[in-house]
């Protein structure tokens, strides 16, 4: 049994608006095993957490670890060479036409091996708990084909099992049609062969598609969704991030637990998201990156949807894991405050991917997991950006990482 005591704790509560953290000052947490049994004010500690094992928190900020819940963790190969060009003007199509964009990303990833794709993803992860990050979304995706796409699982499979970082895989086989096949023959592929292998296998909790004009369809999206359902996988989704193609309606009426990007979103899906309870999930790393236009987080936040935010980490449109980077942009091109945006990769990121009952919020029966940020508030935080802010960071009970 460990206590941290000394510390200013931001709870991130379920409850209350986006922007209420639930301050306490002067506050102790103890956990035993990997799960939070008191939360309160040193004045109200029970005598019998006295002289336990006991972390000083010098007054420092604990949040809840941090989630990020929409990354493309494993891939081959970078897209460093697209980057002048796109700076410079030329178009995303032109680059794609010519076998760049996300081919160039699944040819690197196809040549990879599996050994090669996962040491290079724990490499990832190794720097993200050092940044707070205590649960990862992992997609698939840069596969495109039956064999390539188990690869990326698989991958994801052995990382949940072979470090402290929380996995959570998402296929994505409908992430592009790949080269040399039609889209009737690659949609097929997907709903009678990758799906029911991912589910044979438990390999994936979600199922994923990219819903958008340079993607699929919402006709061509609907009968992958509706197998993934009848398979037992839970849905998120892609959508309206280079034009309305009323993506987030589907992802309402398909029972999406999240709907990502949203940047075109129309006021229509904002309240058809607010009706089914689909989370938004914001990547303004991937705005920054492509010169696209943010989204409107106000305009959902205001409507009373629930706003998560990620890194989008992929090699080509975000090519960072910074959380707390991605955490910062939330505030000047999204226009959340920063409150809003730390329960935006906590509760919210938790919300995104079902798991609210056991992460996300520091509350008793809980996982064990905070950071321990190095900052006086948390408007500091973000406003004074720094490489890295965290001292500590405790994943179900253990400390994986100290400054």
């Given at each position: ?291 696209q236009k943010p989204l409107d987080a106000r305009a959902l936040i205001d409507a009373g949807v629930d706003v998560a935010l990620a ?62 940020i190095g900052a006086p508030s948390i408007d500091h935080w973000m406003y004074h950006f720094t490489e890295n802010a965290n001292r500590?960071t405790v994943i179900n009970g253990n400390i994986v990482f100290k400054a």
């Open positions: 049994m460990i206590k941290i005591e000394n510390i200013n704790l931001a709870q991130c509560l379920d409850s209350g608006t986006q922007g209420e953290i639930h301050l306490m000052k002067d506050a102790v947490v103890v956990w035993d095993g990997n799960l939070i049994e008191w939360v309160g004010s040193k004045s109200e500690l029970p005598k019998k957490y006295k002289n336990i094992q006991t972390v000083d928190g010098q007054k420092a900020l604990l949040l809840p670890g941090l989630i990020d819940c929409h990354t493309h963790l494993a891939f081959g190969g970078w897209r460093s060479d697209e980057f002048g060009e796109r700076v410079a003007g030329v178009p995303y199509a032109e680059i794609t036409a010519r076998g760049g964009g996300i081919s160039s990303t699944v040819k690197a990833t196809r040549a990879a091996t599996e050994d090669d794709l996962y040491s290079r993803s724990y490499n990832f992860l190794e720097k993200m708990r050092e940044l707070g990050v205590t649960t990862v979304e992992c997609k698939s995706g840069y596969g495109l084909s039956l064999d390539d796409e188990m690869k990326l699982l698989r991958v994801y499979r052995r990382l949940g099992e072979s470090q402290p970082l929380r996995i959570v895989p998402t296929f994505l086989g409908a992430h592009l049609v790949p080269q040399g096949t039609t889209r009737e023959e690659y949609c097929k592929l997907v709903v009678d062969k990758m799906i029911p292998e991912v589910t044979k296998n438990a390999l994936a909790e979600f199922c994923d598609v990219f819903v958008d004009e340079h993607a699929f369809s919402v006709e061509e999206a609907a009968p992958i969704v509706a197998k993934a359902k009848e398979c037992g996988l839970k849905i998120k989704l892609h959508v309206d991030q280079l034009s309305n193609g009323k993506g987030a309606e589907f992802a309402a009426e398909c029972g999406a637990i999240s709907a990502d990007h949203l940047e075109y979103i129309s006021e229509e899906g904002i309240q058809a998201m607010k009706r089914s309870g689909t989370v938004a999930v914001s990547l303004p790393l991937a705005t920054l990156y492509t010169f890194t989008d980490f992929n090699p080509g449109s975000a090519p960072s894991y910074h959380l707390p980077l991605a955490m910062m942009l939330g505030c000047t091109l999204n226009r959340m405050s920063p409150a809003e945006v730390l329960k935006a990769v906590t509760i919210k990121a938790a919300k995104a991917l079902g798991k609210i009952d056991t992460i996300g919020s520091i509350e008793v029966g809980k996982k064990a997991d905070f950071v321990l500590l």
